[in-house]
């Protein structure tokens, strides 16, 4: 993936679609080689529908401000669930806010699973336009059922935006097996750079979605007081894109494929069935979301005895173990959890059964300092 | 390797001295530190002279937030309010020991900020304030 962005930088450092010089014609065929990969990779219909952003955080804004603000009206609602990242919340919080339309929640069980009676009745009280969900929960671990819920939600005439930033990285997905309306992920979390990232849109939302940012290369023809513009993908990418940031997403997304999706979900569930095993056994131990490793992605969120998140990062920093504490930009699920902040340890392709062992003695060290 | 989590550190955090609220307080200030989710309100109740008569903090958070916001109390009582804005962040620090990353710093300094806060306010010279906060 470096050797990628070294070589655009170094060899055919140039825009993309505007010159007509050799560089140039590379620049946008690396580009849209990329996109054709990143489709592949989710098997979606056409590369076409596949439109580079900066991460998901902006496709998810993206669709609340391209398909949001023409679809959704006053007394409309939109569905979220608790275990969504703040970036599944606050654009829909901003969208709501401008339509007068209303926010629903999908609650979830102690063990970390959505309430699916809750998400039918709000289908079946209707109005529900959207229903906006995470396929992985950041924080729990827990993998939502989002092919059931989207054949149910469709026929409701609801469309469904799924956030896949836990889930394209981890596992095998198919936008057409899913029938997603929407999915949105970044590179950073899939061995690819930071500040790109994926909006996948099904074709005929995208022809009839307003611009999101107006500006160059997104126009067909442009007059004083009015301009026509270009069909999807190019009509959301005004501007110079991140063209480094996209090739090197392909190369990763290369990687990635070459090794296996399939491959790559079996190493990190039986690195989570070890480590939910051994980290289970640790005394005061609390571990967040479901059990079975069947279910659930390569995130492990716990706390032990009363050492708050950020004392027990500390402690493991001191042993070279880098996770992440807080309230992992989810605070409506830790208010539903009832804790201020969790540790969460998360597993990716790179990581080992022996480096668990290493997780587990840092904690049993954290154990004896903080004398429980 | 120089831990901050100290034997003091934890005896603070597990037994936290003036931890609750007062009924009659002159200066309150509340403040959170968004990327921990530490809150720290602290409460003065004052004298004829201007000297902290009692005080209180109250909040949840990590060992270094609480555990600081409690040795602030004990640094603080009896002391003139002109004292207490003076005080200064070293001094915290020392009362901490070990090492602290900048992210923990503000774990560490956001006591010294809520009381800052409550005393300048009192005062009535947020104007000023401003730039001395700025380094917390």
């Known amino acids: 993936m470096i050797e990628g962005l070294d070589r655009y930088y170094r060899e055919y450092n140039a825009n993309v679609f505007r010159g007509v010089y050799q560089i140039s014609e590379e620049a946008t065929a690396a580009y849209e080689t990329a996109r054709k990969r990143i489709a592949e990779l989710i098997n979606a219909k056409d590369p076409s529908e596949i439109i580079f952003v900066r991460g998901t955080t902006e496709a998810i804004n993206l669709v609340a401000h391209s398909w949001g603000r023409s679809n959704i009206g006053l007394g409309d609602s939109v569905m979220l669930t608790e275990m969504e990242h703040h970036s599944n919340i606050v654009p829909w919080q901003l969208l709501a806010r401008d339509k007068g339309a209303q926010l629903k929640y999908v609650g979830i069980s102690d063990e970390g699973r959505l309430l699916t009676e809750e998400f039918h009745g709000y289908l079946e009280n209707g109005g529900v336009k959207l229903f906006a969900v995470t396929q992985v929960s950041n924080v729990l671990g827990t993998v939502n059922p989002v092919r059931e819920m989207v054949r149910e939600a469709h026929r409701y005439n609801c469309r469904v935006l799924v956030d896949a930033a836990q889930s394209v990285p981890h ?16 590179g950073h979390k899939m061995c690819g750079p930071t500040g790109i990232g994926v909006l996948y849109a099904k074709r005929d939302l995208l022809e009839k979605m307003e611009p999101y940012q107006g500006g160059g290369e997104m126009i067909r023809e442009v007059h004083l ?14 501007g110079t894109t991140d063209i480094s940031g996209a090739i090197g997403l392909g190369v990763a997304v290369d990687y990635l494929s070459k090794v296996g999706l399939r491959n790559i979900r079996n190493h990190e569930r039986d690195l989570t069935a070890y480590a ?4 289970g056994k640790l005394k005061q131990m609390r571990i967040y979301g479901p059990a079975d490793p069947d279910t659930r992605g390569g995130v492990i969120s716990f706390n032990l005895a009363d050492i708050h998140a950020h004392d027990m990062a500390s402690l493991l920093d001191e042993d070279g173990i880098a996770v992440r504490s807080g309230h992992h930009c989810a605070q409506p699920l830790m208010e539903r959890l009832g804790v201020a902040a969790t540790t969460r340890a998360s597993f990716y392709l790179y990581n080992t059964e022996g480096e668990i062992d290493r997780l587990v ?3 049993e060290r954290a154990g004896r300092v903080f004398k429980i | 390797m120089s831990s901050v989590y100290s034997e003091i550190i934890l005896d603070y955090y597990r037994h936290p001295r003036n931890k609750g609220t007062l009924d009659h307080p002159h200066i309150k200030a509340k403040d959170s530190n968004p990327l921990c989710g530490d809150i720290i309100e602290m409460q003065l109740e004052l004298d004829g002279n201007d000297s902290v008569k009692d005080v209180r903090f109250n909040g ?34 020392s009362l901490i020991g070990g090492q602290l990353s900048a992210v923990r710093l503000k774990c ?11 005393v300048y306010t009192y005062l009535g010279s947020m104007s000023n304030s401003k730039e001395e906060l700025s380094g917390l």
């Open chain 1, 276 to 279: 939910l095993d051994k980290l």
């Open chain 2, 60 to 93: 949840q958070g990590c060992a270094i937030s609480q555990a600081s916001a409690s040795m602030l109390t004990e640094l603080v009582k009896g002391k003139k309010l002109d004292d207490v804005r003076s005080i200064s962040k070293e001094e915290i620090l």
């Open chain 2, 108 to 118: 560490a300094l956001l006591s010294l900020k809520v009381l800052k806060t409550g």
């Open chain 1, 361 to 363: 003695e840092s904690l």
């Open chain 1, 171 to 186: 596992i095998a997905v198919d936008v057409q097996d899913l029938d997603c309306d929407f999915l949105a992920f970044s």
């Open chain 1, 225 to 238: 007081y009015e301009a026509s513009f270009k069909d999807p993908p190019f009509k959301f990418e005004a």
